[in-house]
């Protein structure tokens, strides 16, 4: 079975910065899956972020983060993580962290994110 544990959200400054991280478990091979962020903001259905392949060579963005979110993943330490720049009062919401093993995705809980002066 797969878990995922997300963490690092909380409360920042529109201009501000956090890094979200997710942390995988269980004893199933993580590195030949492709690993994604999604967000749901309340009022609103849930949707893709960011996309990062098995060789963290590929990765695709919403185009709403394009140039202020980077996807990362370190497969020794079976972690994804999202580095977000500049947040908008737009990107609050809940944060989830994803992996797709051949069809089936697997969720965490998410972790909140706030952006507010």
């Known amino acids: 079975q797969v878990q995922l544990v997300e963490s690092g959200g909380g409360l920042v400054q529109p201009g501000g910065s956090l890094r979200l991280s997710c942390a995988a478990s269980?004893?199933?091979?993580?590195?030949?899956?492709?690993m994604s962020w999604y967000r749901q903001a309340p009022g609103n259905q849930r949707e893709l972020v960011a996309t990062i392949g098995s060789s963290s060579t590929s990765t695709n963005y919403a185009d709403f983060v394009k140039g202020r979110f980077t996807i990362s993943r370190d497969n020794a330490k079976k972690m994804l993580y999202l580095q977000m720049n500049n947040l908008k009062p737009e990107d609050t919401a809940l944060y989830y962290c994803?992996?797709?093993?051949?069809?089936?995705?697997?969720w965490g809980k998410g972790t909140l994110v706030t952006v507010s002066s």
């Open positions: 994803n992996i797709d093993r051949w069809g089936t995705n697997f």
């Open positions: 269980g004893t199933t091979i993580y590195s030949i899956n492709p």
